[in-house]
């Protein structure tokens, strides 16, 4: 790790990472990080998506384990329908 810099919470609960950092790591506007915080540490994990082809492999390993199990398309389908009837608000 190199060197510690400072920074300030604004009113809005905004922090500012120093320019230095930024581009050391090579944040961009937009990045999304995971942030954890426990006593007095806060720490920021820049979240990356998946490369194409680890997705693709990790789909494919789905498909086998839910064939495996006999999951259908029609179970996920019905079940996609019941979580979303479940999350949706009351009217």
Same mark, same amino acid.
């Given at each position: 790790?190199? *060197? +510690?810099?400072? &920074? &300030? %919470?604004s009113? /809005? #609960?905004?922090?500012? @990472?120093? *320019?230095? @950092?930024? *581009?050391r790591l #090579? %944040? /961009?506007a #937009? +990045?999304?990080?995971?942030?954890? #915080?426990d006593?007095?540490?806060? @720490?920021?994990?820049? %979240?990356?998506p ?5 997705? &693709? +492999? %990790? ?9 495996? $199990?006999?999951?259908r398309?029609s179970d996920?389908t019905? !079940?996609?329908?019941? !979580?979303?009837?479940?999350a949706?608000p $009351? /009217?």
């Amino acid at each position: 790790m190199s *060197e +510690a810099a400072t &920074t &300030t %919470l604004s009113s /809005k #609960g905004q922090v500012v @990472i120093p *320019e230095e @950092i930024r *581009e050391r790591l #090579g %944040l /961009k506007a #937009g +990045a999304q990080f995971v942030v954890l #915080g426990d006593k007095d540490v806060v @720490i920021f994990k820049v %979240l990356q998506p998946p490369a194409k082809r680890d997705f &693709t +492999a %990790l789909v494919q390993q789905a498909r086998q384990v839910a064939k495996q $199990s006999g999951v259908r398309r029609s179970d996920v389908t019905k !079940a996609v329908a019941t !979580a979303r009837r479940r999350a949706s608000p $009351s /009217k």
